[in-house]
């Protein structure tokens, strides 16, 4: 009987989905594809919530709700890094195991995820700035309760521009260790998508400009 905890959870429908094309009298290339399957179907699970969460964020923010905002763009801080602790996952593949059943995937390739897409979009065009707007009786309180407003919307800006800093920069510690992965899983050798494979990677990540 299932119980609600699966029921809610709708475990029956979740652990059904990876379907491996290894065939079953290969039950060591089989369990590498399974693992495979996994890990990149519970990261795509992952980006969901970031882009929940990226809504909200932009929902505060237009709402004057920074302190809320600087919340949420850390808990997708809290989701990159879990993504990129998927990649350590992914470290534990062997190179030949992977190269074994890769021709299953046909065409079939991360970059053509469009959530991981709509993910990066989002973050690099995050403007979290509060629309603030003062009415008239605000406009005629006297200097101090001025200065104060301004000491307190000055520590909340910092607070979402601290978060956001934060968040770009576990973008880039992804794509630095998506870019090694790829390097030690195929080499030189083009994506299975169509692309460049590691000429591609590399000109996606953001690197501050040296001085």
Not at 96 to 122: D, Y
Request: charged share 25%.
């Amino acid at each position: 009987m299932e119980t609600p905890y699966a029921c809610y959870l709708r475990l029956p429908d979740l652990l059904g989905l990876q379907r491996p094309r290894t065939p079953d009298r290969q039950p060591g290339q089989w369990a590498d594809e399974h693992f495979f399957i996994t890990v990149h179907q519970s990261a795509e699970v992952l980006v969901s919530q970031a882009l929940v969460d990226l809504r909200e964020v932009s929902r505060l923010a237009r709402c004057g709700g920074p302190a809320a905002a600087a919340g949420s763009l850390r808990r997708v801080t809290a989701l990159m890094d879990m993504l990129e602790a998927h990649l350590a996952l992914l470290e534990r593949l062997d190179p030949g195991a992977f190269a074994s059943f890769r021709p299953l995937l046909e065409n079939a390739s991360a970059a053509q995820s469009s959530q991981f897409a709509e993910l990066f979009r989002r973050i690099a065009a995050l403007d979290c700035r509060p629309a603030r707007e003062a009415n008239s009786a605000e406009a005629d309180a006297g200097a101090g309760a001025e200065v104060d407003a301004g000491g307190a919307h000055e520590a909340e800006d910092r607070e979402v521009a601290d978060a956001l800093w934060a968040l770009r920069a576990a973008v880039t510690r992804w794509r630095t260790r998506h870019l090694l992965l790829v390097e030690r899983m195929i080499g030189d050798r083009p994506g299975t998508g169509g692309t460049s494979g590691l000429a591609y990677l590399r000109s996606r990540i953001d690197l501050p400009p040296h001085e």
